[in-house]
């Protein structure tokens, strides 16, 4: 893993030696320094340093969302429905991360049948820094559905570290919502329809103390975020890879009347593999 953006000049070598202290880049925060652009293993520590969530303002944390998608170099998102295939190591210990720092997963529910969704697991490596942040052990999961046609007999709403929310709409079906309750999960209602509205959910999520908010998508759920404004920063790996065939690109759904502009915070690469971030201007 290499750092190509921000780039720094000779002292880059001093940070790229384990333990030695991140240079003085003068980028604005956020866009991290941490690791170097010589190309060697980065810890998850350097990792969690370089995806920390911005410092909170003075009057207390508001909520961030980022979404983290990876996407081939012709733009699909999934290769015969799994995002697996476009993905590689260091792909997953970037997601692996991105999850460590995370108070709360949204994810579409069809990312979650497909995937076949598990509960997060509690990892050693960021066991002290998610206690220092006032964190549970894991994320919750945080599934946004309106149908509810989810099975609940999943370890993800059945036995999880912390309870998976779902969240729907007012309108849900009370059976379904019954069934969802019963297995465990926690029902936030964050619509007034069927459906949820991204700014509500958003805030319902904040109102239970999580703001260090990250989406895993798809590309549905991830074209509401983007268009309602709620999406703060996109964590995207570009895949070196080429599929052709109509796969969905990352975001999908009604597009926006004027395209939003996103400022690059910095850029990792690793065999070939482009690890991106973004964040709105
Ligand atoms: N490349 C990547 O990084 C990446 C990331 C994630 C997923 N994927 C891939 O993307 C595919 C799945 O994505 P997708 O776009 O088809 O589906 P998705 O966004 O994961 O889920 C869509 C479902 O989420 C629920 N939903 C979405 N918006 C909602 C709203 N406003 N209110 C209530 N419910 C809402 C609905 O569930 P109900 O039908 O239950 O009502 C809807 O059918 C899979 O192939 C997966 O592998 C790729």
Redesign the pocket.
Known sequence: MRRLFPVTDETDETAARPGAPAPDTGQAPGASAAGGSVDREWSLEELAEAYAYPEPPPGGREPWLRA????TLDGA??HE???HP?SSAADMRIFGTLRGLADVVI??????R??GYRPAREREAFAAMREAAGQGPVPAIAV???????DFSWPLFTSPLVPTLV???AAAAPDRVAAAEKAGARVVIA?DG?????VRAVRALAELGMTRLLT???????G?LVVSGVLDELCLTVSPMLTAGDA?R?A?GPSLTVPKRFALASLLEEEGFLFSRYRRT
């Open positions: 983290n998608m990876v996407s998102a999934q429905g799994r995002s476009i994810v579409g529910a069809e990312t979650v497909q995937e946004v559905s309106s149908s509810l046609e989810l969240l729907t709409g619509g069927m459906g949820v509205d991204p895993e998508g798809g590309p549905r759920l991830l509401q969905q990352i999908g």
